[in-house]
């Protein structure tokens, strides 16, 4: 082993322990109300040498959510070409939130706290990109400020918050809060299918 590639395996495994303090922290309070120094005095370390990899308690927090990413970000919805395909997705992904639901409690109620709501939901707007994109081409008609509240609705019910608030706050099973929620979901579909219809029908008569 070269001095050099023992050097990068101990700042590997430094940022990896620092990561890891980070979220033990971030688990116990479930919020991000933790300090550079709480973080370093956990991994063992000075807050000179945190702040060495993450020179922000930004950065510290912004990496500490994409450890945590994994248990809540859900890649098929990239796949779906239609609402619909949208709403069948949401099976699998709730089994996947299920299966992650304490850390995903703890994930949603840090969202509620945080002093920045971006901090999980960073990339919350290129992953929702796509979806839009099927939406808008699926209601064409509908009025921009239309569409975009019926799309709000429609991401804010389908998400993994929503499914932790059925399951906990109501008291539903997994398999009753996700048929609430699809049921919700196509619900919403169907009133804006309605609307983009009589938007279309509205256009051809001027």
Do not use: C
């Not at 859900?74 to 299920?98: C, L, M, N, Q, Y």
């Not at 239309?146 to 019910?157: N, Q, W």
């Amino acid at each position: 082993m070269t001095a050099n590639t023992a050097s990068v395996r101990h700042m590997e495994a430094t940022r990896t322990a620092i990561l890891d303090a980070a979220v033990d922290l971030f688990l116990e309070r479930q919020s991000d109300g933790f300090s550079v120094q709480e973080v370093a005095d956990r991994a063992g370390l000075t807050h000179r040498t945190v702040y060495r990899y993450f020179p922000t308690r930004q950065e510290l927090l912004g990496a500490t959510a994409d450890r945590l990413a994994p248990a809540v970000v859900d890649h098929r919805f990239a796949e779906v070409s239609t609402v619909e395909e949208w709403i069948d997705a949401i099976g699998a992904h709730f089994a996947h939130t299920e299966a992650n639901l304490e850390l995903v409690r703890a994930i949603v109620a840090a969202q509620f706290t945080s002093d920045d709501m971006r901090l999980f939901g960073r990339d919350i707007r290129d992953r929702d990109a796509h979806r839009w994109d099927v939406f808008r081409r699926q209601f064409p008609h509908l009025a921009e400020r239309d569409a975009r509240r019926t799309f709000a609705t429609l991401r804010h019910v389908m998400s993994s918050t929503s499914y932790v608030l059925f399951r906990l706050r109501f008291g539903l099973s997994p398999d009753d809060a996700t048929e609430a929620i699809r049921s919700a979901a196509s619900q919403i579909v169907e009133q804006a299918a309605r609307r983009d219809r009589a938007a279309k029908q509205g256009r051809r008569k001027r």
